[in-house]
């Protein structure tokens, strides 16, 4: 099969041949249909974010089953799966308290390059095992995982649809309905509109939300944010602060930072109420601090809350989140701002970072 391999920092990206070996047990074999381009994979080949290389990167896809290995039990083949980037154990402290975003034999896979079982299922001819992204790799046109990554969807769902529900869609809309808790009637403001914060908005927007302010330094993405029920949008820079606080009577209720920018969380929290919540879901580099005024958490009673994978379970959260699509309540196509084939990954990566683009898939 052909995959896309991130041998240095910097990249590009090189689409190589590579074998895969069969699923191990409780594991699947899956056909990649449609992978996403995100942030997250921006960061590793910029080195933002220290992954083992080499690795096949790409974590927000959809595909179908094509093989079940020994006592994996929970698909069939032929089941359209949606892949998250959590691989769930199911056993540990944090899953068994419903926080499944922070599995942590998942997260102690997705920091060595390994699957769940910590087997690596990639080869290079040469015999080298490049790593797993975050239990995925879904960029290549087969995936080995672990079932627990995987949640079934249904089979009218269009594959580049329902890729962004593993990454933009969780992400965006969790940060909204689970991290933030977003209710009619709430001021809320998004910094950020790529596309996990045009899915926060969409998700305000289908909780109740009475005013919306979506910000970005880039016009074309503050519009489309107009479109998909935005009330306000403000340029991003040293002066949105102020512009939220003055649209929203003195600041949002709910502030959510999608950005990975440190500079740009800070301005999120000072755009809050007080007794408002802030919600930042980017990831900044490693060595990045910010600095708050530490008497308004208590003076104000404020909330600055960290959010990862939305605080969903996949399992749970896709269908529900699928469902308001289908109900026309969240407009998942709307995010789509590009198709590319497989060699053209690199070029989809220039247009994400330069911020023309907000959501590319790759249609295998």
Partial sequence: MKGAVLTEVGGPLQ??????????????????RATGLCHSDLSVVDGSRVRPLPMVLGHEAAGEVVETGPGASEFAVGDRVVLSFVPACGACRRCVSGRQALCEPGAAANREGTLLSGARRLRLPDGTRPNHHLGVSGFAEYAVVSEKSATAVPADLPFEVAALFGCAVLTGAGAAFHSANVVPGDRVAVFGLGGVGLAALLAARAAGAAQVVAVDVVEHKRALARKLGATHDVAGGPDAVAAVRDLTGGGADKVI???GVAAVLEQAYLATAAGGTTVTVGLPHPDRTISLNALSLVAEERTLK????????????VPRFVDLYLAGLLPVPELLSG?????EVN??????????????????
């Fill in 15 to 32: 689409v190589l041949d590579l074998d895969l070996d069969p699923p191990g047990p409780g594991e699947l074999l899956v056909r990649v």
């Fill in 257 to 259: 930072d999608t950005t």
């Fill in 306 to 317: 960290g959010s990862y994978l939305g605080s969903c379970v996949p399992r749970r959260d």
């Fill in 339 to 343: 198709r590319l084939t497989l060699d």
């Fill in 347 to 364: 070029t989809g990566f220039d247009r994400l970072a330069s911020g023309d683009a907000v959501r590319q898939v790759i249609v295998m």
